[in-house]
């Protein structure tokens, strides 16, 4: 998109679609619908294998945030993920990458379970303690979130979209990080709420809270 692009009535941000230029209307062509000119795509700029371009390219994939819960009592810590996927649904497995030099990773690996939990819009302030952006560790990225314990013992996070308990099924090392294969063990399932994604170095929020649906429909009792 370009910056002289024009938006879409009625959007606003930069996450607004571009509408293309309009080719001018003739006397003979205005009762004719408009005809909207779809732009040639720029090509994409050539890239280099080195981990500058791949942290580049890897800015433009839009990421649902999670937080991984691993742990227990004092020994609790965990960390903000975007690499969560769905590995099978038969049985529910799931996977992610986690980090090797990170503090969840020793303790992960010895309590052999973890929650997965899908953050809701209202819930950066749980993924920047997650991320220990401002220094939290352990315990402390516990704080101002209300948690119950999964059957395998990881923490979950009350209010999540969904929640995930799962056992460790392997672990495998590679270059500087582990992929994490968890047997899911139980499903929490949350509220229809606005999801936290991460793309281009920040968080966004996709779709509506249910308080906003309900209010926009009228259904609240006041
Ligand atoms: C949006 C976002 C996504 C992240 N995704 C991952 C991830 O998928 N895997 C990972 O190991 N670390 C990921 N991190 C980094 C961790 O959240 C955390 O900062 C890191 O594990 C360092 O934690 P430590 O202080 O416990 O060592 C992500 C951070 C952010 C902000």
């Not at 408009?34 to 580049?56: C, G, L, N, W």
């Not at 800015?59 to 099978?88: F, K, M, P």
């Not at 996070?157 to 582990?178: F, K, P």
Request: proline fraction near 6%.
């Amino acid at each position: 998109m370009t910056d002289s692009a024009e938006r879409l009535p009625g959007t606003v941000g930069r996450n607004a679609p571009a509408r293309a230029a309009i080719a001018p209307t003739t006397r003979s062509e205005e009762a004719k619908p408009m005809s909207v000119v779809t732009p040639f795509p720029k090509p994409a700029s050539r890239i280099q294998d080195d981990p500058a371009s791949f942290r580049h390219a890897f800015r433009h994939l839009a990421g649902g945030v999670s937080v991984i819960t691993t742990g227990h009592g004092d020994e609790r810590t965990g960390l903000t993920a975007t690499s969560v996927a769905s590995l099978s649904a038969e049985p529910p497995t799931v996977m992610f990458g986690l980090n090797l030099s990170s503090s969840s990773f020793p303790i992960l690996e010895r309590s052999r379970g973890f929650g997965v939990n899908f953050l809701n819009a209202t819930q950066k302030p749980v993924a920047d303690r997650f991320a220990g952006r401002k220094g939290e560790k352990g315990a402390a990225r516990y704080a101002d979130a209300e948690w119950i314990s999964g059957m395998t013992g990881a923490p979950l996070l009350i209010g999540a979209l969904a929640a995930l308990d799962c056992e460790v099924e392997e672990i495998i090392e590679r270059h500087s990080h582990a992929i994490v294969i968890g047997r899911v063990r139980d499903i929490r399932l949350g509220v229809n709420d606005a999801a936290l994604v991460y793309w281009r170095g920040d968080y966004e929020r996709l779709g509506w809270m249910s308080e906003e649906v309900t209010t926009a429909l009228g259904l609240r009792a006041f």
